[in-house]
């Protein structure tokens, strides 16, 4: 029966319990927002590939417009030598609003490219600004000047003894023709450029231009002299001169970027037709930035900066942030600085100058803004050189916001499912831990005390499998209940059966020797009723387990000393068997218990007698007794063969025999089944164990007080 | 005239070998095999004892009903129920339906007639009057050997013989104890010690019937009882 009970604790051996396991499984939602994740990912992709590939298309389209029309972009017809590169050339920026002609730079955007430096004598210098807004080239001529010198007057502007420090402005017109003006500032303020005409006799005139804008003014260090030039007046090139005297009339030192000898300018102007504009102006649209620059990489113009979109809401919280922060990761450049981005443009320019369309993302001004940009190669008429470069740029937040936004919505929507997977795969497992063990719970108790099964079972009403497996539990313990009653009554059944034919046999005998025998009859007489008494005496001793039963069945409890009757039996068992020694080992004071007395006698009797069958003659068999509050064990110790350790826990059981051959008593291994029996009675238990050492063995019944 | 002995036994060879055991006594000895034809034969006359097995042929229980319709047409005759069952409850319900004694076929023959002889003895004493010297009495115990009555406090207490026999051993010396071995040797039964003590028990009881206080019969763990007045 134990056995049954081993078998269901047993189970398959694993290192996790079903609640771990059931956990574990609901963790693999997880993958979940792993997938969206990926899923979002694509999703971006795809976005910015569409993005990317419109702007591309758009970007090669305006290229396409702009194909052969290099007068658009230079004013010229004739293809610029753009690879040797001039260091009088002048590449204005494009300012995105016209500068006031004040004799201030400082609304200018700087650059390296678009400021040239030229030393002059003396620790003098000139630094020449150049930008274009619209229709117009716009000039700073920032000269230090420790002496500056004003001219005596504006009218006599070719008297030399009253010329002061003076500037020339020379450039191509539209016809290649070279002109020359020059400015002479008598003090603060506008300022006209005066060419110098030779007219009949050789006699030399200054005549104003009016169209050209300028103001002269003093700086801390010398003077600014600021130049509004309409394009439409420039050819190819342009330059300045610096004329520095040091006193009126006084010998001139020249310096800048036109020939000395005779003012001619050769420093070209990379500077886009104010046409361009108009041509692209078609193509524009908000928020999209268009940059024309040219092969070498100079911007010839530039419309309309990248807008923020009208619905850019940056996901704000903590959550989001997580989100992005997990799933940005190196994909996108962030944190750029403006000079950084426009070196990051102008590195797309110089790539596409080679040939090829291409598109590129770029960190934007805000925190996390991305800017997609494409650029097209823009071809000479033949298609054999590029001559520019056209750009497009948008910011790509629409996209980021929208993937944002899906993915905010699909992480939280995740988020929750997960913890309600986990939740109810928590409250499940714990369900179902809890109804499997109580059902393992039952099936552990099943066997009652007495080794009566108990049949009814938790869950054996559930309809799914825990109540299929409750049911087959319970007709399995029913059918061993059957077997195990049919087995206990087995022996009582057939001691049963086999008594009538015994009394036949043996009041035949007893009739039989009553008459007149002989001498040889009546001992076989006697050999025939020995051996009837001695299959009587197995009779009895295989019903003695149902007795015991039913005396079990019909005792009645009281209080009693154990420790009297354990002294008192102890002493009346030297004269049963004289041939052992007995010691007891009794506490001196009472040891009150409840229970039946005559069933613990017969249970110390059977622990006597199993004692005094594995001891030889003269051992001594030692009786111990140990109380404590709520029990009382009793054990019987004799020296002789060891347990085999594999019978230990078999040896309480019914009809179990382990005994040395050569015994002929009848023998069915009962004595210890009763002591369990009866050691059941009283709320305890009967174990078997070796002494020490293997010297012998030791039976011990633990009772409840 | 010889005393008839009613055996009533499905198992023929058992009734046959009875009834040559106590023909050999002198009894006259009829057989029966089941209750209808047993309780003809009594209607018609009655024997002096009956020996019945408990079950009879088709009825597992026959012998009890057939004790008490026997019972109810005498009171006085001695029945002793005869049975392979040895259960403690088969032992209860037969004395209770008023057998004189209950005994396993373990019994040997020669312990079976001196019963049965010790029976018909009582019936002879007990139509005599009684007979001061088989009296035996221990304070409030009046016992006559004669009769096998038991009197406490003047109160008769109805004891099987084998009951009866081991409170005879125990008051014949009073204060001595009694093993296992000599109760059974007195009441001319061989028992184990779960039927002793039950035996035992049920004698204590039946006193405690007359005498809640009773409380002379003692254990002595380990060695047996003894009679304490």
């Given at each position: 029966?134990?056995?049954?009970?081993?078998?269901?604790?047993?189970?398959?051996?694993?290192?996790?319990?079903?609640?771990?396991?059931?956990?574990?499984?609901?963790?693999?939602?997880?993958?979940?927002?792993?997938?969206?994740?990926?899923?979002?990912?694509?999703?971006?992709?795809?976005?910015?590939?569409?993005?990317?590939?419109?702007?591309?298309?758009?970007?090669?389209?305006i290229a396409g417009s702009l194909k052969g029309r290099q007068q658009l972009l230079f004013r010229t017809d004739p293809l610029l030598a753009m690879n040797n590169d001039n260091a009088r050339d002048i590449t204005p920026v494009v300012l995105s609003g016209a500068p006031l002609v004040d004799g201030r730079a400082d609304e200018w955007d700087t650059d390296s490219r678009n400021l040239i430096r030229i030393a002059g004598p003396g620790g003098d210098s000139l630094q020449l600004l150049?930008?274009?807004?619209?229709?117009?080239?716009?000039?700073?001529?920032?000269?230090?000047?420790?002496?500056?010198?004003?001219?005596?007057?504006?009218?006599?502007?070719?008297?030399?003894?009253?010329?002061?420090?003076?500037?020339?402005?020379?450039?191509?017109?539209?016809?290649?023709?070279?002109?020359?003006?020059?400015?002479?500032?008598?003090?603060?303020?506008?300022?006209?450029?005066?060419?110098?005409?030779?007219?009949?006799?050789?006699?030399?005139?200054?005549?104003?231009?009016?169209?050209?804008?300028?103001?002269?003014?003093?700086?801390?260090?010398?003077?600014?002299?600021?130049?509004?030039?309409?394009?439409?007046?420039?050819?190819?090139?342009?330059?300045?001169?610096?004329?520095?005297?040091?006193?009126?009339?006084?010998?001139?030192?020249?310096?800048?970027?036109?020939?000395?000898?005779?003012?001619?300018?050769?420093?070209?102007?990379?500077?886009?037709?104010?046409?361009?504009?108009?041509?692209?102006?078609?193509?524009?649209?908000?928020?999209?930035?268009?940059?024309?620059?040219?092969?070498?990489?100079?911007?010839?113009?530039?419309?309309?900066?990248?807008?923020?979109?009208?619905?850019?809401?940056?996901?704000?919280?903590?959550?989001?942030?997580?989100?992005?922060?997990?799933?940005?990761?190196?994909?996108?450049?962030?944190?750029?600085?403006?000079?950084?981005?426009?070196?990051?443009?102008?590195?797309?320019?110089?790539?596409?100058?080679?040939?090829?369309?291409?598109?590129?993302?770029?960190?934007?001004?805000?925190?996390?803004?991305?800017?997609?940009?494409?650029?097209?190669?823009?071809?000479?008429?033949?298609?054999?050189?590029?001559?520019?470069?056209?750009?497009?740029?948008?910011?790509?937040?629409?996209?980021?916001?929208?993937?944002?936004?899906?993915?905010?919505?699909?992480?939280?929507?995740?988020?929750?499912?997960?913890?309600?997977?986990?939740?109810?795969?928590?409250?499940?497992?714990?369900?179902?831990?809890?109804?499997?063990?109580?059902?393992?719970?039952?099936?552990?108790?099943?066997?009652?005390?007495?080794?009566?099964?108990?049949?009814?079972?938790?869950?054996?009403?559930?309809?799914?499998?825990?109540?299929?497996?409750?049911?087959?539990?319970?007709?399995?313990?029913?059918?061993?209940?059957?077997?195990?009653?049919?087995?206990?009554?087995?022996?009582?059944?057939?001691?049963?059966?086999?008594?009538?034919?015994?009394?036949?046999?043996?009041?035949?005998?007893?009739?039989?020797?009553?008459?007149?025998?002989?001498?040889?009859?009546?001992?076989?007489?006697?050999?025939?009723?020995?051996?009837?008494?001695?299959?009587?005496?197995?009779?009895?001793?295989?019903?003695?387990?149902?007795?015991?039963?039913?005396?079990?069945?019909?005792?009645?409890?009281?209080?009693?000393?154990?420790?009297?009757?354990?002294?008192?039996?102890?002493?009346?068992?030297?004269?049963?068997?004289?041939?052992?020694?007995?010691?007891?080992?009794?506490?001196?004071?009472?040891?009150?218990?409840?229970?039946?007395?005559?069933?613990?006698?017969?249970?110390?009797?059977?622990?006597?007698?199993?004692?005094?069958?594995?001891?030889?003659?003269?051992?001594?068999?030692?009786?111990?007794?140990?109380?404590?509050?709520?029990?009382?064990?009793?054990?019987?110790?004799?020296?002789?063969?060891?347990?085999?350790?594999?019978?230990?826990?078999?040896?309480?059981?019914?009809?179990?025999?382990?005994?040395?051959?050569?015994?002929?008593?009848?023998?069915?291994?009962?004595?210890?089944?009763?002591?369990?029996?009866?050691?059941?009675?009283?709320?305890?238990?009967?174990?078997?164990?070796?002494?020490?050492?293997?010297?012998?063995?030791?039976?011990?019944?633990?009772?409840?007080? | 005239?010889?005393?008839?002995?009613?055996?009533?036994?499905?198992?023929?060879?058992?009734?046959?070998?009875?009834?040559?055991?106590?023909?050999?006594?002198?009894?006259?000895?009829?057989?029966?095999?089941?209750?209808?034809?047993?309780?003809?034969?009594?209607?018609?006359?009655?024997?002096?004892?009956?020996?019945?097995?408990?079950?009879?042929?088709?009825?597992?229980?026959?012998?009890?009903?057939?004790?008490?319709?026997?019972?109810?047409?005498?009171?006085?005759?001695?029945?002793?129920?005869?049975?392979?069952?040895?259960?403690?409850?088969?032992?209860?319900?037969?004395?209770?339906?008023?057998?004189?004694?209950?005994?396993?076929?373990?019994?040997?023959?020669?312990?079976?007639?001196?019963?049965?002889?010790?029976?018909?003895?009582?019936?002879?004493?007990?139509?005599?009057?009684?007979?001061?010297?088989?009296?035996?009495?221990?304070?409030?115990?009046?016992?006559?050997?004669?009769?096998?009555?038991?009197?406490?406090?003047?109160?008769?207490?109805?004891?099987?013989?084998?009951?009866?026999?081991?409170?005879?051993?125990?008051?014949?010396?009073?204060?001595?104890?009694?093993?296992?071995?000599?109760?059974?040797?007195?009441?001319?039964?061989?028992?184990?010690?779960?039927?002793?003590?039950?035996?035992?028990?049920?004698?204590?009881?039946?006193?405690?019937?007359?005498?809640?206080?009773?409380?002379?019969?003692?254990?002595?763990?380990?060695?047996?009882?003894?009679?304490?007045?």
């Amino acid at each position: 029966m134990s056995r049954i009970s081993e078998l269901i604790r047993i189970g398959p051996i694993s290192g996790f319990r079903l609640r771990t396991k059931l956990l574990l499984l609901a963790l693999t939602t997880l993958a979940l927002p792993w997938a969206g994740c990926q899923y979002a990912r694509e999703m971006e992709t795809v976005l910015r590939e569409s993005e990317q590939q419109s702007l591309l298309a758009v970007t090669t389209t305006i290229a396409g417009s702009l194909k052969g029309r290099q007068q658009l972009l230079f004013r010229t017809d004739p293809l610029l030598a753009m690879n040797n590169d001039n260091a009088r050339d002048i590449t204005p920026v494009v300012l995105s609003g016209a500068p006031l002609v004040d004799g201030r730079a400082d609304e200018w955007d700087t650059d390296s490219r678009n400021l040239i430096r030229i030393a002059g004598p003396g620790g003098d210098s000139l630094q020449l600004l150049a930008a274009t807004h619209e229709r117009w080239l716009y000039l700073a001529l920032l000269v230090r000047d420790g002496k500056v010198i004003y001219d005596a007057s504006a009218l006599s502007a070719l008297d030399s003894a009253s010329i002061g420090d003076r500037i020339w402005l020379a450039f191509d017109d539209k016809r290649g023709d070279q002109q020359q003006l020059f400015f002479g500032g008598t003090g603060s303020g506008k300022l006209l450029g005066r060419r110098i005409e030779t007219r009949e006799y050789g006699r030399e005139e200054a005549v104003a231009e009016p169209r050209i804008d300028a103001v002269w003014q003093r700086s801390s260090d010398g003077y600014v002299l600021e130049i509004g030039i309409p394009l439409s007046l420039l050819g190819q090139h342009i330059g300045v001169l610096i004329d520095d005297r040091d006193r009126r009339g006084a010998t001139r030192s020249s310096y800048g970027t036109l020939e000395v000898s005779d003012l001619r300018a050769t420093g070209r102007l990379i500077a886009a037709s104010p046409d361009l504009n108009d041509h692209l102006r078609q193509f524009a649209q908000p928020g999209v930035e268009l940059t024309v620059a040219s092969s070498t990489g100079a911007i010839l113009t530039r419309i309309d900066a990248p807008a923020l979109p009208a619905d850019y809401t940056r996901m704000r919280g903590f959550l989001p942030r997580m989100y992005r922060l997990f799933l940005d990761g190196d994909v996108i450049p962030r944190g750029v600085s403006q000079a950084e981005r426009q070196r990051a443009a102008a590195g797309l320019t110089a790539r596409v100058a080679r040939g090829k369309p291409e598109t590129a993302l770029f960190a934007g001004r805000y925190e996390n803004s991305v800017i997609v940009a494409a650029a097209a190669p823009i071809y000479s008429a033949d298609g054999k050189h590029i001559f520019g470069v056209i750009q497009l740029a948008q910011t790509a937040d629409r996209w980021l916001t929208l993937r944002d936004r899906a993915l905010t919505r699909l992480l939280n929507l995740t988020v929750f499912v997960t913890l309600f997977a986990v939740a109810a795969a928590f409250w499940f497992a714990g369900r179902m831990t809890l109804r499997i063990s109580r059902l393992g719970a039952a099936s552990e108790t099943a066997l009652g005390r007495e080794g009566n099964l108990s049949r009814v079972l938790p869950e054996a009403d559930a309809r799914d499998e825990l109540g299929d497996l409750s049911r087959s539990f319970s007709s399995l313990l029913g059918r061993l209940d059957e077997y195990t009653g049919y087995l206990r009554t087995l022996a009582g059944k057939l001691a049963h059966e086999i008594r009538t034919p015994l009394t036949i046999i043996r009041s035949s005998l007893e009739n039989l020797e009553s008459e007149g025998n002989s001498e040889n009859a009546k001992v076989y007489i006697a050999r025939a009723r020995e051996g009837s008494e001695r299959l009587g005496a197995i009779l009895t001793a295989m019903g003695a387990a149902t007795r015991v039963e039913e005396a079990i069945a019909h005792s009645d409890r009281q209080r009693f000393d154990l420790a009297a009757l354990v002294r008192a039996a102890a002493g009346a068992y030297g004269s049963a068997f004289p041939a052992r020694h007995f010691s007891a080992q009794v506490p001196d004071e009472a040891v009150e218990m409840t229970g039946a007395p005559d069933l613990i006698v017969q249970l110390l009797d059977k622990l006597v007698d199993n004692a005094v069958d594995f001891s030889a003659d003269g051992a001594t068999i030692s009786i111990v007794l140990s109380a404590e509050p709520a029990h009382a064990e009793l054990s019987v110790a004799n020296p002789g063969p060891p347990l085999p350790p594999e019978t230990a826990n078999r040896l309480f059981e019914s009809l179990w025999q382990s005994r040395a051959d050569g015994d002929k008593r009848p023998h069915f291994g009962l004595g210890l089944y009763i002591v369990r029996l009866i050691a059941e009675f009283h709320g305890g238990s009967a174990r078997a164990e070796n002494q020490p050492g293997n010297t012998g063995a030791v039976f011990t019944a633990r009772l409840t007080r | 005239m010889k005393k008839t002995i009613a055996i009533v036994e499905d198992e023929r060879a058992i009734r046959d070998n009875y009834a040559a055991a106590f023909s050999r006594e002198g009894y006259a000895v009829r057989g029966y095999p089941n209750r209808r034809e047993a309780m003809a034969a009594f209607a018609a006359r009655l024997p002096d004892l009956a020996v019945i097995d408990i079950s009879l042929e088709d009825e597992p229980e026959g012998g009890f009903e057939l004790c008490r319709e026997l019972r109810s047409l005498s009171p006085e005759l001695p029945i002793i129920f005869l049975t392979a069952r040895d259960s403690e409850l088969d032992a209860v319900s037969g004395l209770r339906l008023g057998a004189d004694d209950f005994l396993t076929k373990d019994l040997s023959l020669a312990h079976l007639i001196a019963r049965v002889n010790a029976l018909f003895r009582r019936v002879d004493a007990l139509r005599r009057p009684a007979e001061e010297k088989q009296v035996i009495r221990r304070g409030a115990l009046t016992l006559d050997s004669e009769r096998m009555s038991v009197e406490w406090n003047g109160q008769v207490v109805l004891l099987s013989l084998t009951e009866f026999w081991i409170v005879y051993a125990l008051t014949k010396n009073p204060g001595h104890v009694k093993n296992r071995q000599q109760l059974m040797d007195a009441a001319n039964v061989v028992l184990d010690d779960n039927t002793i003590t039950s035996h035992i028990k049920r004698i204590r009881r039946k006193f405690q019937v007359v005498d809640e206080k009773f409380d002379a019969v003692h254990t002595v763990y380990g060695m047996g009882y003894r009679w304490v007045e």
